[in-house]
């Protein structure tokens, strides 16, 4: 390891900054966010620098560089920061005679110290570095770690903090050992960033009278209409935390390979009469495993709650008392639409949506067909691919134009994503002609008519 990263306070050593234009401003925006104790010597002074100066949040002394008659302390932290290379070396030789450690931005290699990029969670940090050789990667890391790491890190950061601090008080240090190790263990750091702090504090308060067992939990987890890219944060923060995922036809495989493979997976799928697990069955076994201490995730394809049966597998865990959650998942309506360039809702088109199922729990496809006939409203029908040609003659004999658009979007989102476009009158025999496979959504209504202008895959 060439560097030693190492945290100090803030404040436990004055830092002196020459310089004062925008990479200088940087590094002293950092150390005042640190509560660092800041003296700027430079001619002129950046628009930021001056604000803090006058905020009194720096010392800011505007004067000419002398090098040679420059005073440092022992114990400084000097970051040189002019535009003059000979200068800073004569600035950094100085420095060091006098003891200080220093930073110079124009020489990674007469650096002792450089400034990490920082993903702040206060009271957590994370620091990455490249030892100042690749300032750029460093930023692309940090841009990237950024998106999976939750700004809830910083109430679970701060949740411990205050907890730790009355452990010390109610329990010894064998105990507080134990303590955390099964707190860690538990769902109580999911609750917290969960945003369900009044169910970590039962949990907190049930393993300190040593009442609870390691109970674990289900997150009920939409995987969105097939693309990976169009996981949520947090669905994919669960799942590289799982230790059983059940999961069902419609997650792809580029989902599936995002999950650790020490991981446990029971295939659940469904499809149309074909039903791998009954329903029934699944509920159990999300209170089963859940009630042995894991965590575990039941990943549908789109939302859970459009048409996902989420609903019935939820109930079985509340009669169980087991803990959950549930993360929203892009559904196919809204995934299938915008990859196919049919916005569902269209000022010149349609004021209005309406989402059913074509395929009902007792086998039908018995809809209220009279309630779907409304101008200005697009229609979206999940799993009616088999059904179309009977949706389509329902609808017209209850009064929707036979001209009225109609989309079939064949595996929207992924890359083989085909849009087979019609009208109510012509769509029957024009499915009859070509091979469309299942999953496939059906858009309906004048917004099918945007398609040809607004495709972009």
Request: with cysteine; glycine share 6%; aromatic share 6%.
């Amino acid at each position: 390891m060439m560097n030693l990263p190492l945290v100090f306070k803030g404040d436990a050593r004055k830092f002196v900054v020459f310089g004062a234009g925008e990479i200088a401003s940087r590094k002293i925006q950092t150390l005042v966010s640190a509560d660092a104790q800041v003296r700027v010597v430079a001619q002129s002074a950046h628009a930021s620098i001056e604000a803090l100066a006058a905020a009194q949040r720096i010392e800011l002394l505007l004067r000419a560089i002398d090098a040679p008659n420059e005073s440092f302390a022992t114990h400084d932290m000097v970051v040189i920061a002019t535009q003059d290379k000979a200068l800073n070396s004569a600035l950094a030789k100085a420095a060091r005679q006098a003891g200080a450690m220093v930073c110079r931005v124009d020489d990674n290699l007469g650096s002792d110290f450089v400034f990490p990029a920082v993903i702040d969670r206060s009271p957590l940090l994370v620091a990455i570095s490249s030892g100042g050789s690749s300032p750029a990667l460093t930023r692309y890391l940090r841009q990237r770690l950024e998106a999976f790491l939750p700004s809830e890190l910083r109430q679970l950061g701060r949740y411990v903090e205050q907890l730790r601090e009355r452990l010390k008080t109610t329990l010894t240090e064998p105990e507080r050992r134990t303590f955390w190790r099964r707190w860690m263990q538990s769902v109580a750091p999911d609750q917290i960033l969960s945003k369900q702090q009044d169910a970590a504090d039962a949990t907190t308060q049930q393993l300190l009278e040593n009442k609870l067992d390691l109970m674990g939990d289900v997150a009920l987890v939409g995987a969105g209409p097939g693309d990976p890219d169009l996981l949520t944060f947090r669905a994919l923060r669960l799942l590289q935390s799982a230790d059983v995922v059940f999961y069902d036809r419609l997650v792809g495989a580029q989902i599936m390979d995002l999950i650790d493979s020490s991981v446990e997976r029971f295939y659940v799928g469904k499809a149309k009469s074909n039903h791998s697990v009954p329903q029934e069955n699944i509920n159990q076994l999300l209170v089963d495993y859940a009630q042995q201490g894991k965590r575990v995730v039941r990943l549908k394809g789109g939302d859970p709650f459009i048409f996902g049966r989420g609903g019935e597998e939820l109930t079985e865990l509340v009669a169980a008392e087991v803990s959950f959650q549930v993360v929203p998942g892009i559904t196919a309506a809204s995934g299938c639409a915008a990859y196919a360039g049919i916005p569902l809702t269209h000022r010149d088109h349609a004021q209005s949506v309406r989402f059913v199922t074509g395929h009902l729990k007792d086998g039908t496809c018995d809809l209220p067909w009279a309630e779907l006939i409304h101008p200005h409203q697009t229609l979206v029908i999940y799993m009616g691919l088999t059904g179309i040609a009977h949706i389509c003659k329902q609808l017209t004999q209850y009064g929707m134009p036979a001209d009225t658009p109609i989309a079939l979007v064949e595996k929207g989102t992924l890359p083989d994503q085909r849009v087979h476009t019609g009208t109510l009158a012509t769509m029957a025999n024009l499915i009859a002609t070509r091979s469309i496979q299942a999953p496939t959504l059906t858009i309906i209504g004048s917004v099918v008519s945007l398609h040809e202008q607004l495709r972009w895959r």
